[in-house]
Nanobody
Framework: QVQLVESGGGLVQAGGSLRLSCAAS????????MGWYRQAPGKQRELVAR???????NYADSVKGRFTISRDNAKNTVYLQMNNLKSEDTAVYYC?????????WGQGTQVTVSS
């Protein structure tokens, strides 16, 4: 059984920073992709950033240059450093783990950016 536990969400003013963390536990194959998605009210869930076990990364265009994803393979943990936050970043952020073809999701953490 794989579990993902997220932390680090909250309320921040525009221009501020937050760091999200997600720790995975259970039977995790070493070759996997970890990432962050977000879903704002009335919108579809979208990819924010992801990092492969090789260390390669992908970012949504809207967060490039402001967000940085990283991972600690020894701890099965992925981080999302979010800088220069904007009101449009307000959403529930979900951690994702992709192992082969199976997706696992965290419970979500709220990020609210006030303008």
């Amino acid at each position: 059984q794989v579990q993902l536990v997220e932390s680090g969400g909250g309320l921040v003013q525009a221009g501020g920073s937050l760091r999200l963390s997600c720790a995975a536990s259970g039977s995790i194959f070493s070759i996997n992709t970890m990432g962050w998605y977000r879903q704002a009210p009335g919108k579809q869930r979208e990819l924010v950033a992801r990092i492969f076990s090789t260390g390669s990364t992908n970012y949504a265009d809207s967060v490039k240059g402001r967000f940085t994803i990283s991972r600690d393979n020894a701890k099965n943990t992925v981080y999302l450093q979010m800088n220069n936050l904007k009101s449009e970043d307000t959403a529930v952020y979900y951690c994702n783990l992709l192992v082969l073809t199976k997706n696992y999701w965290g419970q979500g953490t709220q990020v609210t950016v006030s303008s």
